[in-house]
């Protein structure tokens, strides 16, 4: 018999004879020890497996598979990707990555961390001598007895200002180069209109435009704070009650209620949550800073009959000369919204509202010398500190300004008619088919569902 499956003979008599063991009554410093020596005997294994499927050719086709990581799968039921990736790694470890092949054979070097070697030493492949190459596989490996897969990962990325310094500098500009010419030509952005209303946006960035973004995002993610015991307590000192930075401890006090929790897009998954900050961020652009677009800097229209936009049921249509692909539509059109939102969206006047009256003549086209100026933010932030639904600790930098007396009602642009709203609460109190809303004698806005 061969010396490999009479090795494997006795390792699968000496698994056998523990089948029936029970770690329960193992001592806690003896569980510790078989852990560890499992993981190197682990890797023991799988290295011999590696080094016999590097030379399965004939194996592969003798069974008319297309490859050995296909056959693998096949015969061992396990994922074909993953097969093939092995696959390759045992050729490159029989072949080229002999010394991450050596640290696994004596159990020093798991397969995860032989893969992310691999993976840096491809990378740096095309760019330093063979001689070079190998010294940093050692030094990789060498690493790999006190850094786990993630960290060799980063150290794979620098591993050349340890063997090779004179070379690094000049290597990683290089690389860098490389890089970012590849990923110019990926730059791409799409939209598509779907038949539920929603519009899906895939994007691939460059590494500085996707930071940015991600940066944006993240500013307009609403901090998560909760209301301390004594709600007259004054702030202590050097703290801002506006300053997502200061506050009570995210935890404190959060049984899900919304007293308690006053923010629900805060417990949405986090792919939700940027959602959500996209569209606040979008909401909240300047149209003087953008590029002129058809002689005009405004984003997008809404038309609505003025009679519609003072009653609770009622739709508006979107204007706009923008090519989204998807369900077909009336010209120039990508949707209807509700008058809620028009008026919502009137109060941060980042769109332009056009409102016609019985025979579509129009009343009213924006009426941008209503909105709230910078001034009159910073009053109504010192004056409210926080969001003013009851209950709501949403720090006032984060809301947004709201018209007590709606737009539709021609209300005025002053500091008593604002209030500022989170953009949870700005949403509640234009959906007012389903909630009402009343102003409290401190100034706070408390809502009720309608029944």
């Known amino acids: 018999m061969h010396p490999v499956l009479v090795a494997l003979e006795a390792i699968e008599g000496a698994l056998g004879s523990v089948a029936q063991v029970n770690p329960s009554f193992m001592r806690t410093e003896t569980k510790a020890e078989a852990l560890t020596r499992l993981a190197r005997a682990e890797a023991q294994v799988v290295e011999l497996r590696m080094r016999v499927m590097a030379d399965a050719d004939d194996v592969a086709a003798e069974a008319a598979a297309r490859d050995i990581g296909g056959w693998y799968a096949q015969q061992t039921r396990t994922d074909p990707a993953t097969a093939k990736v092995d696959a390759a790694l045992a050729v490159d470890l029989d072949r080229r990555w002999t010394v991450v092949a050596a640290g696994m054979r004596t159990g020093e070097v798991s397969l995860a961390q032989a893969r992310v070697i691999a993976r840096s030493l491809h990378a740096l492949a095309r760019w330093v001598d063979p001689e070079v190459l190998v010294e940093a596989e050692t030094a990789l490996v060498e690493l790999a007895a006190e850094h786990g897969p993630r960290q060799l990962a980063a150290l794979g990325g620098r591993i050349l200002a340890v063997v090779a310094p004179d070379l690094a500098d000049e290597v990683e500009a290089r690389r860098l180069a490389q890089e970012e010419a590849s990923v110019e030509d990926k730059i791409t952005a799409t939209l598509r209109h779907h038949a539920d209303g929603s519009i899906r946006l895939n994007a691939t960035m460059d590494k500085i435009t996707g930071t940015r973004f991600a940066v944006i995002l993240e500013a307009f993610t609403n901090p998560r704070k909760t209301r301390t015991d004594d709600e007259s307590a004054e702030p202590e000192a050097g703290t801002d009650p506006a300053d997502p930075a200061d506050g009570v401890d995210p935890g404190a006090g959060d049984d899900g209620s919304l007293a308690s929790h006053p923010d629900p897009v805060q417990r ?114 010192l004056r409210d500190r926080t969001c003013r639904a009851e209950g709501c600790t949403i720090p006032g930098t984060w809301a947004e300004a709201h018209h007590w007396i709606p737009w539709g009602k021609l209300g005025d642009s002053d500091i008593d008619d604002g209030v500022l709203l989170c953009s949870f609460h700005h949403h509640r109190i234009h959906h007012d088919h389903t909630w009402t809303s009343q102003r409290l004698p401190n100034g706070d806005i408390r809502f009720h569902r309608r029944r």
């Not at 006047?349 to 009159?376: H, M, N, T, W």
């Open 268 to 381: 949405l998954p986090r792919g939700r949550q940027l959602g959500h900050a996209l569209r606040a961020f979008l909401e909240r652009v300047d149209p003087q800073d953008l590029p002129r677009h058809g002689g005009d800097q405004t984003l997008l229209q809404i038309t609505l009959g003025y009679r519609e936009l003072c009653t609770e049921l009622a739709a508006g249509t979107i204007l706009t000369t923008a090519a989204i692909p998807g369900p077909p539509g009336p010209t120039g059109t990508v949707d209807r919204v509700t008058a809620g939102e028009v008026r919502r969206l009137a109060c941060n006047a980042r769109i332009l509202p056009v409102v016609l009256g019985g025979k579509s003549e129009i009343l009213d086209l924006g009426r941008d010398r209503r909105l709230f100026s910078a001034a009159q933010r910073r009053a109504m932030l």
